[in-house]
């Protein structure tokens, strides 16, 4: 059920700037695109909740360096190493911002066992092409709050540590704010796409 909500997102159209010396704005080819799919159950299994389409996104400063510097910049201070694991969060940020750091999370749960889950950068994504471009997707990582309530959830982030001493790379909002109950599960998968 869920693998064909994932196949049901579509990536959305290519922006479109005004550029000096054109009249009319200029689609620019994308190259990047990430989507998000997520879904709650209660501690019973049963269904709460599930998103669907493409939402919001945002590729941070940070992550824009970050990928920029794994392939072209390999000694660019402060993007010197690529970490064993990147890390998968959730926050209650208001809004998502280009510049946001870690520093700018607000709203990451404390409570009911939450941590931020790894996501191996040598297995955790697995890589192809479903069309006429290429994504490296994760599988679907499982918060269980446990013990306590998360309280309320927005959106879903990838940091390359579990602390704040790292980069933010991309967040994704929730298509609607879901609250997290003490044996809730919010199952959240991340795609990231490379495209023209």
């Known amino acids: 059920m869920f693998e064909s909500l994932r ?42 909740w599930v998103e669907e389409g493409p939402v919001d996104n945002i590729l941070h400063d940070e992550g824009e360096q970050y990928i920029l510097a794994r392939a072209f910049d390999t000694d660019l201070t402060g993007y010197s190493s690529t970490p064993t694991n990147l890390w998968l969060g959730l926050d209650a940020r208001a809004t998502l911002a280009e510049a946001d750091t870690l520093a700018s999370i607000t709203g990451e749960p404390t409570l009911g066992g939450y941590a931020r889950k790894s996501v191996s950068t040598t297995a955790g994504f697995t ?69 023209e």
């Open 127 to 195: 890589i192809t092409q479903p069309g006429a471009y290429y994504q490296a997707a994760t599988g679907t990582l499982a918060f269980t709050a446990s013990g306590g309530n998360y309280g309320t959830v927005k959106n879903r982030f990838l940091a390359t540590t579990s602390d704040a001493s790292g980069k933010l790379i991309c967040s994704l909002a929730l298509s609607v704010d879901r609250t997290v109950n003490d044996g809730d599960t919010l199952n959240v998968s991340l795609t990231i796409g490379l495209s």
């Open 7 to 48: 196949q049901r997102i579509a990536l959305p159209s290519a922006p479109r700037l005004f550029v000096p010396g054109f009249l009319r704005p200029v689609a620019l080819r994308r190259v990047h695109v990430f989507h998000g799919l997520s879904w709650q159950t209660d501690r019973h299994g049963r269904l709460l």
